[in-house]
Nanobody
Framework: QGQLVESGGGLVQPGGSLRLSCAAS????????IGWFRQAPGKEREGVSC????????DYADSVKGRFTISRDNAKNTVYLQMNSLKPEDTAVYYC??????????????????WGQGTQVTVSS
């Protein structure tokens, strides 16, 4: 099975922006629905956004709607998460993962089978 690698995390002030990347190696991303999740210290991993393989359906957690945008570039074998108007409560490790449900977005971690190692996002002044 191939590998997912997240990048683009870092330290940003409230109101700032970051763009996370999820790059695949060893397999083709466009076959899969991709989800972005995050996990803050002491909290459960939660779904942030997802984009399907078929029809490019997207979905977002209520907490990030209007601020985050998910997209995919199949030519680059990469999925992105553009995060704007960041808040301290967005601080977490962000993970991407693949799902074989090609036409359905899901925020359930059990629907995803291949996970990256994560990238830290810290929003603080």
């Amino acid at each position: 099975q191939g590998q997912l690698v997240e990048s683009g995390g870092g330290l940003v002030q409230p109101g700032g922006s970051l763009r996370l990347s999820c790059a695949a190696s060893g397999f083709t991303l466009d076959y899969y629905t991709i989800g972005w999740f995050r996990q803050a210290p002491g909290k459960e991993r939660e779904g942030v956004s997802c984009i399907t393989s078929r029809l490019l359906i997207t979905d977002y957690a209520d907490s990030v709607k209007g601020r985050f945008t998910i997209s995919r570039d199949n030519a680059k074998n990469t999925v992105y998460l553009q995060m704007n108007s960041l808040k301290p409560e967005d601080t977490a490790v962000y993970y991407c993962a693949t799902s074989g449900f090609r036409a359905r977005c899901s925020a359930n971690t059990l629907d995803y089978s291949n996970w990256g190692q994560g990238t830290q996002v810290t929003v603080s002044s």
